[in-house]
């Protein structure tokens, strides 16, 4: 056992634990334990419709192997909790590409409002348009009747992200319900790490409670920047700092300019979420945790209802044993430069030039040679 011990733990599972659903692996590094976590969970959260696989040949099925070749290409989004009856929308949109080699992991971010062309999609029965990027998921979950489906969306959102970053078909994804992120973070007890500036929420009162509207936006109307009155406070540190769930959950959703001095955007929320996920897959396969019989199982209980996952051809324990020798210190976070766009007033965003040429690396695995070459790109987190 002591030798079990002293493996890492998959970068799958510390990825998937960093938004969610990543305790079906934690094993302390013993896949014996993996697969038993994963048999008692893998059918609450697996739905391989998200990528709507292309079905083998049945010449071909009879030699398929579970081979994960290549580089590997992974959507992760996160969305606030919704029923079957209200549209989804993507407020939180990751990638993580892993290369050929398996000697590093990369993690970007798409912004929510980048301006892109969705495609025209059959099963919703939506036209092609021009929109924010988070609309696709929205339009792509359409039933009809009122009924909406978060994982038909996500084929239309990944359909998008792949027109957008030349990524054409992503090898497993990932849909995380926030809600429920936030019982696995409470489940730990809380997560720490840097607060890299200042930053006021736009939502929550110090004591964590939602803060006042203004008497002219009541909470059916669409005023920007609607709350009043004492607000939660983050400020800058140099050493991690212990959040609750709520103050990391709102810390790492904040976005606007709202500190004197401080100018904030979405790529400072983009940078924000993909040091979170870092801290939290350390934290959640910390000893701390995995060694505590009754803190595991509380946070695999919070999991259990907070993700949908899609392995593609491959289940979660070939996923494992495919990324057993990374770790979740081998994740690079890669920040794409962009800005928003006015006529005259806020339309959206789009990314800088140069953008493209990263995106073209991906499809060609070649991040780290980019990124030596452009360390402007890389998070220094």
Same mark, same amino acid.
Request: aromatic share 4%.
């Given at each position: 056992m002591a030798e079990k011990e002293k493996r890492r733990s998959p970068l799958w599972a510390r990825i998937c634990v960093g938004l969610g659903a990543g305790v079906l692996l934690v094993s302390g590094g013993s896949l014996v334990a993996g697969q038993q976590l994963v048999a008692g969970y893998s059918g609450r959260?697996?739905? !391989?419709? *998200? %990528?709507?696989? +292309?079905? /083998?040949?049945?010449?071909?099925? &009879?030699?398929?192997?579970?081979? @994960?070749?290549?580089?590997? !290409?992974? *959507? %992760?989004?996160? +969305?606030? /909790?919704?029923?079957?009856?209200? &549209?989804?929308?993507?407020?939180? @949109?990751?990638?993580?590409?892993?290369?050929?080699?398996?000697?590093?992991?990369?993690?970007?971010?798409?912004?929510?409002?980048?301006?892109?062309? @969705?495609?025209?999609?059959?099963?919703?029965?939506?036209?092609?348009?021009?929109?924010?990027?988070?609309?696709?998921?929205?339009?792509g979950s359409r039933l009809g009747n009122n009924k909406y489906s978060e994982a038909q969306g996500f084929q239309l959102l990944a359909k998008t992200v792949g027109n957008v970053t030349g990524v054409k078909k992503f090898d497993a994804g990932a849909i995380v319900n926030f809600g429920g992120f936030q019982k696995i973070v409470e489940a730990m007890g809380g997560v720490e790490m840097v607060i890299d500036m200042d930053v006021q929420s736009e939502h929550r009162k110090p004591d964590g409670k939602i803060r006042d509207r203004l008497p002219g936006c009541p909470v059916t109307s669409n005023c920007n920047h609607p709350y009043t009155g004492p607000a939660k406070f983050y400020k800058k540190s140099d050493k991690p700092v212990k959040l609750k769930a709520w103050e990391a959950l709102d810390y790492v959703r904040q976005r606007y300019p709202n500190v004197k001095g401080v100018d904030m955007s979405d790529y400072d929320r983009q940078r924000h979420q993909q040091q979170f996920i870092k801290a939290i897959a350390k934290q959640a396969m910390s000893r701390d945790v995995v060694t505590n019989p009754a803190k595991l199982s509380a946070v695999m209980d919070a999991a259990g209802g907070s993700l949908t996952f899609a392995g593609g051809d491959h289940t979660v324990l070939d996923w494992a044993v495919e990324l057993k020798d990374l770790n979740v210190d081998d994740m690079v976070t890669v920040k794409l430069p962009g800005g928003g766009i006015y006529d005259p007033d806020y339309k959206g965003e789009q990314f800088a030039d140069g953008v493209d040429d990263f995106f073209k690396a991906v499809t060609e695995d070649r991040v780290a040679p980019f990124l030596l070459d452009h360390p402007d790109y890389v998070n220094m987190d």
């Open positions: 959260i697996t739905d !391989n419709t *998200l %990528l709507d696989p +292309i079905e /083998p040949k049945p010449a071909e099925a &009879a030699t398929a192997k579970a081979d @994960i070749n290549g580089p590997v !290409n992974i *959507l %992760l989004v996160g +969305i606030d /909790p919704r029923d079957d009856h209200t &549209a989804p929308l993507s407020d939180s @949109i990751l990638i993580a590409h892993v290369p050929r080699d398996r000697h590093s992991a990369y993690i970007f971010s798409i912004p929510r409002d980048l301006r892109v062309d @969705i495609p025209a999609f059959e099963k919703s029965g939506t036209g092609a348009g021009r929109d924010k990027i988070n609309a696709a998921m929205s339009w």
